[in-house]
């Protein structure tokens, strides 16, 4: 039981992390001037979060033998490789590709946390 508490509040704490540099990016693209070098950081900053936290995920999961790891693992690098073509974009100035790059995660983010995370919290909660 005590794992699935540590879990759900590191959780938790981590996606409010990804979700307010996400929101600080969202703003940065569609502000009425585009400050480059701000939006490079906050793309830097949010896939430096999202790998640090999925990469804890992964080894909590790889420790508790968790059996969804392929399937959660794969979701994690799903979103990873939809944030890499976004900052792809970015840096060859296709600007406006990465304009709806937030929406489109946070949704994305949101729709694993129901599926994939709340499942290992599950799996978590019944480990003695
Ligand atoms: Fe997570
Ligand atoms: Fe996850």
Known sequence: ????????????????S???????LGLLLTGPTLDRNRVAYALN??????????????????SHNYPNL?????SHDYIISVLAEFISAFAVGRESTTADL?????KTLDTHMQRY???????LGHTP
């Open 117 to 123: 995370d709340a499942d290992l919290a599950g799996y």
């Open 102 to 106: 937030w929406p489109h995660l946070q």
């Open 70 to 74: 392929f399937h959660h693992k794969r």
């Open 1 to 16: 039981m005590a794992y699935v508490q540590a879990y759900q509040t590191t959780n938790d704490q981590d996606h409010n």
């Open 45 to 62: 900053m949010l896939k430096a979060s999202m790998l640090l936290h999925f990469s804890d995920e992964e080894e909590l999961m790889k």
């Open 18 to 24: 990804i979700v307010a540099i996400g929101s600080e």
